[in-house]
C-alpha cells in the first residue's frame, strides 16, 4: 500500500518514507521519486523523502500506517513518543491469516472482544485521532501508476476534522471516492471485507477485485 500511496501522493504532496534504516528509506525513495518523475514528469509538484522511521512520524502532518499486522502493535508503541496531538493517523492495516488457501479476518484484540487494527492503534495512540482508509483497494491497482482507480474508500472514524482531511487526501487521487461509514468500531467490518474480497478471487477466478457503492435505482 505505502508504494502506491507514496507515488501517487507525490503528485501535489511532500511524501515522508519512514523505515528502520535510514540508509534503505533514502534508497526506497529515490526510487519511487524517479518513478514519480518519471510519470508526471513537470506536473509533479510534490517530493518522497526517506528517513529514519522516528523522524519521519516527529515531521508528518498525517502518519500513514502501513505495516504488516504482526508487527503493527509494537512498532506502534515504539514510535507513539515521536506523535504530536496535531497529527491524524491513518490505517490500512488488514490483521488476517491464511488457511487452507483462503483467508480469515484476525481480531487483535483480546479474548472474545473483535477488535480491529485502527481500533487497536487507536488505544495506544489516544488522544490523537486515527482514520481507518484503503483496506478495499487493492494494491496491485495503486502499485499500477497507469491504472485508473475507479473505486470507494471506506473510512471509519471518530474526529470529523481527521475525516475530513483523510478525505481530501482520498480525493487528490483521480478517480478515488471517499465514502464515510461511521465511527472507528465499524473499521473492523471494512478490514473484514479484505479477506472475502481475496477468497471471491481466489474461488472465482477474479483478478484483484474491489467494492463500489452503487445507489439503487428503481425502475420507473
Known sequence: MGTGL???????????????????????????????????????RGSITGLENAEAVKASKVVVVCFPPEATIEAVIDLRGNLREDQIVMSTVVPMRRRDKLFYFKSLGAGNRERSAAEAIQDLVKPIPVVSAFQTVPAAYLNNIDAVLNLDVLLAGNDEVALTIVSRLVRDIPNLRPLKVGPLSNSKFVEAITPLLLNAAILNGLHDPSIRIIPWMPTP
Open 6 to 44: 507514496t507515488v501517487r501522493w507525490a503528485l501535489s504532496h511532500d511524501i515522508l518514507i519512514g523505515s528502520r534504516s535510514r540508509e534503505r528509506a533514502v534508497e526506497t525513495a529515490e526510487r519511487l521519486r524517479r518513478l514519480a518523475v518519471g510519470f508526471y514528469q513537470n506536473q509533479m
